[in-house]
């Protein structure tokens, strides 16, 4: 009986299939609502299209520029340490960048620190001095705030985990013949990204008072966009020479 | 619109798809050049400074 049945089923569609063989001119108003399918049906696509962009769009932001940016932050680090083992000839170039910046509990390595904090420069997945709207003191100055910026999310995303700092942690800056030991004393998880006093040579908000050698770290919060500020501040606790190995100080170790 | 660009490629069905894979990465590379290089700083994702 199921055979009698899809043997008439095949028939019928094959009756069906001749039909539209022989193509029948359309009627007048099934052409109109073919007009009308066809401008839905590229509307669709649009949307699907635009849906793909945006996709691609995050992966760049996410993914791609990270790519760049290590690759760039990579050479420039390269040319940081070979100009230091061999100075040659010339002055000291100090536009590749001044160091390196080591935050153990944020577990990404080293971070190049190259002077301002345009997007041009930290695009290059370094960390960058101010020197607008605050001029930054370096660590060598005898008192003053090191402040330094990076991204947070893209671009080598550099202070990606900045959250994962707690009190009391260290950072180190490397120069050519120094390690500059920092310890973190305060920590502000959100403030507004006009106040720009937390960059003052003595940053009162941190609760200190007196001039000091201090170093803040800021980044945008929360991850993924740029509504607040995230900053971190330490104090210098001891000066290192560098030895003729590099040996690390033992908070790197 | 993607029917369209199908109908009018040349070749069969194969070449179709190999024309179709080159003409994507070509906008994907185009995208990823020159279009987010460009939109990027004027969405408010990036800022990480404090300024006045």
Request: glycine share 8%.
């Amino acid at each position: 009986m199921d055979g009698a049945r899809s043997v008439a089923a095949k028939t019928d569609t094959d009756k069906g299939a001749e039909r539209t063989g022989e193509a029948p001119p359309a009627p007048r108003r099934r052409r109109g609502r073919g007009r009308i399918a066809a401008a839905v049906s590229v509307f669709g696509e649009l949307l699907i299209t635009v849906g793909l962009v945006l996709g691609l769009f995050v992966a760049y932001s996410l993914w791609w520029t990270n790519v760049l940016a290590d690759r760039a932050a990579h050479k420039e680090g390269d040319k940081v340490r070979h100009q230091w083992s061999d100075p040659g000839p010339g002055a000291l170039d100090t536009k590749g960048g001044i160091g390196f910046l080591h935050v153990p509990s944020m577990k990404n390595g080293e971070v190049l620190v190259e002077k301002g904090t345009s997007s041009e420069i930290l695009n290059e997945g370094v960390a960058g001095y101010y020197t607008d709207p605050v001029k930054s003191a370096l660590p060598a100055d005898a008192k003053g705030n090191f402040a330094l910026a990076a991204h947070r999310d893209g671009h080598g995303a550099k202070f990606h985990n900045i959250d994962k700092i707690k009190k009391g942690d260290p950072i180190v800056f490397e120069s050519k013949d120094k390690w500059y030991v920092y310890k973190v004393y305060d920590i502000l998880p959100e403030t507004s990204k006009y106040n720009v006093k937390v960059l003052s040579a003595v940053p009162k908000e941190s609760g200190v008072k007196k001039p000091g050698r201090y170093i803040t770290l800021t980044t945008c919060t929360p991850v993924y966009t740029s509504t607040y500020r995230y900053v971190v501040w330490g104090e210098l606790e001891r000066i290192d020479k560098v030895d003729s190995k590099r040996t690390p100080p033992p908070e790197l170790r | 619109m993607y029917g369209w660009i199908w109908r009018h490629l040349p070749g069969n069905t194969w070449i179709r798809a190999l024309i179709s894979l080159l003409l994507v990465l070509v906008v994907v590379y185009v995208l990823f050049q020159y279009v987010f290089p460009w939109a990027e700083p004027l969405l408010p994702f990036n800022d990480v400074t404090v300024n006045n």
